[in-house]
């Protein structure tokens, strides 16, 4: 019984982790395109 219960633990804080690094990613990944699209303004008004 406390087998399970270390192993749920784990497995509840593994899906934690990957959680909070898809979610860091993905706002990193959300800022890079609002960067982007406002150098693409920039550079659309240059061309």
């Known amino acids: 019984m406390q087998n399970w219960s270390v192993i749920t633990i784990s497995l509840i804080r ?3 982790f990957a959680y909070e690094a898809i ?3 993905s706002l990193i990944f959300f800022n890079v395109l609002i960067i982007i699209g406002k150098y693409g303004v920039v550079i659309d008004a240059f061309l």
Do not use: A, G, K, N
């Open 14 to 16: 593994e899906v934690v």
């Open 23 to 25: 979610l860091i990613v």
